[in-house]
């Protein structure tokens, strides 16, 4: 089975870090385009972070500088280390995979495969 699982959430206080992980199983997901996506109650999804096969991110503004997307090909693994965090930041975490870098990488839609997430939540 294709699929990707989250991990590493949790409470944390302002100014705090946290490290999510997502574990590919069944593809190899150094070849894919990935990403992690965020939703907070009663907001829509928003894009974080995206990684391309060659290690090229990109960012959300508001992340920039606090949070650092990463994979490690022998792990199969994808990672968001995120330092300085805000309430804001506040969500359920999710990765997400495509095998074709999307137009515009936060267009959730062309995301093929995607983790249950993991929650996040800043006091």
């Known amino acids: 089975d294709v699929q990707l699982v ?5 409470s944390v206080q302002a100014g705090e870090s946290l490290r999510l992980s997502c574990v590919a199983s069944g ?6 385009y990935m990403a992690w996506f965020r939703q907070a109650p009663g907001k829509e999804r928003e894009g974080v972070a995206a990684i391309d096969n060659a290690g090229s991110a990109t960012y959300t503004y508001g992340v920039q500088g606090r949070f ?7 792990k199969n693994t994808l990672y968001l280390q995120m330092n300085n965090l805000k309430p804001e930041d506040t969500a359920m975490y999710s990765c997400a995979a495509t095998g074709v870098r999307p137009f515009w990488w936060e ?9 249950q997430g993991t929650q996040v939540t800043v006091s």
């Open 6 to 10: 989250e991990s590493g959430g949790g």
């Open 27 to 32: 593809f190899a997901g150094s070849n894919f």
């Open 68 to 74: 650092t997307i990463s994979k490690d090909s022998a």
């Open 107 to 115: 267009n959730c839609n062309d995301y093929i495969v995607w983790g």
